[in-house]
Structure formats: structure tokens, C-alpha cells
Nanobody
């Protein structure tokens, strides 16, 4: 059974930082690109950042480029998102998943990030 468990969210002020973690199980983690997504109230879920399983190359949405850093640990089946210089537009529930799958793995519960002004 595939499980994706996100953690690390919280309430921070504008300009603050958070570090999100995702623990994955039930699939060959090191064979897939893995990434972070977010969904703000009233908006569709969107991709935030992905990291390649092979060469470790990374993709970032324009809105987070230069502020967020993604990393992965294939030995521990975890992916991490370091978020700096947070602003209110980053407020959302954050999820991890495999972006290359036509049908995503079952979404986890996500972790809430709230940035106050």
C-alpha cells in the first residue's frame, strides 16, 4: 500500500521559514521523480517543486524559485522542502507525490502552511 505522509507545516510570519518532510512507502521511491504540490483555499492543486531520481535535477515553480529548496534521501525514502522568505501567497496545504504518473498515488493528508502578514 502506497503511503505519503507529510509533516512540518505550521504558522509563521511573513519572511519566516519552514521545513517540510514527506515520508514515502509502498513503491520504489528511488525510481521516480518526486515532488511537492500545494493547494490554497478555492484554488486548484499546483506543482511547487520536483526532484529527479537520477541526476537530482530540480524544477521550481516561478513563484517559489530562489526561496524554496527541494532535496531527497533515497535511503530513507524521504523528500524535504526548505521554504524561506515565506509570504502570504504561500499559505496552502502542501502535499508530496509522484508528478510523472498519469494517475497520482493516493494523496496524503498534507501539511498546512499558514503565513501571516
Amino acid at each position: 500500500e502506497v503511503q505519503l505522509v507529510e509533516s512540518g507545516g505550521g504558522l509563521v510570519q511573513t519572511g519566516g521559514s519552514l521545513r517540510l518532510s514527506c515520508a514515502a512507502s509502498g513503491f520504489a521511491f528511488d525510481e521516480y521523480v518526486i515532488g511537492w504540490f500545494r493547494q490554497a483555499p478555492g484554488k486548484e492543486r499546483e506543482g511547487v517543486s520536483y526532484i529527479n531520481n537520477g541526476d537530482g535535477s530540480k524544477w521550481y515553480a516561478d513563484s517559489v524559485k530562489g526561496r524554496f529548496t527541494i532535496s531527497r534521501d533515497n535511503a530513507k525514502n524521504t523528500v524535504t522542502l526548505q521554504m524561506n522568505s515565506l509570504n502570504v501567497e504561500d499559505t496552502a496545504v502542501y502535499y508530496c507525490n509522484v508528478p510523472s504518473r498519469t494517475i497520482p498515488y493516493p494523496w496524503g493528508q498534507g501539511t498546512q502552511v499558514t503565513v501571516s502578514s
